[in-house]
């Protein structure tokens, strides 16, 4: 059974290019997370450093600026949070993409691949239910 080879060559691309976002998709989260993790470990050190007053050096960029502490921690915790924000948004997003990719090469969808971690209010709630 021949194919038309516009058809095949059209199809191959699309794989190709699904595929294409769905690494560029992971290889970003995985920047995000080193990123992140780098914020904690900073935050880390501030949160054990023995004087909590006084200021703190802190890289912008290409430049290091001296910032009080407390200013500093605030900063990087909301940075934290927007990496965290950020990171949830795209392993969502790749979800999505790796199911369009599954779509496109003619396999099934992934079973589970769409499950949602519980929240500390419905484990209590599982908890209480379990102790009766």
């Known amino acids: 059974m021949a194919r038309d080879p516009g058809f095949v060559l059209r199809y191959l691309t699309e794989v190709e290019e699904l595929a294409e976002d769905v690494l560029a998709a992971r290889q970003q989260i995985v920047d995000l997370d080193v990123k992140r993790n780098r914020n904690r470990e900073a935050l880390r050190a501030l949160h054990k450093d023995p004087e909590p007053e006084g ?46 990719l599954y779509e ?25 239910i379990l102790e009766g």
């Open 55 to 100: 200021k703190a050096m802190v890289c912008f960029g290409n430049m290091f600026v001296e910032l009080p502490k407390a200013r500093t921690k605030e900063m990087m915790q909301k940075d934290q949070e927007h990496l965290d924000e950020e990171i949830n948004k795209l392993r969502k997003e790749l979800r999505v993409k790796v199911n369009r």
């Open 104 to 128: 496109a090469q003619g396999k099934a969808e992934l079973k589970g691949f769409n499950l949602n971690p519980m929240t500390a209010e419905e484990m209590k709630l599982i908890n209480r």
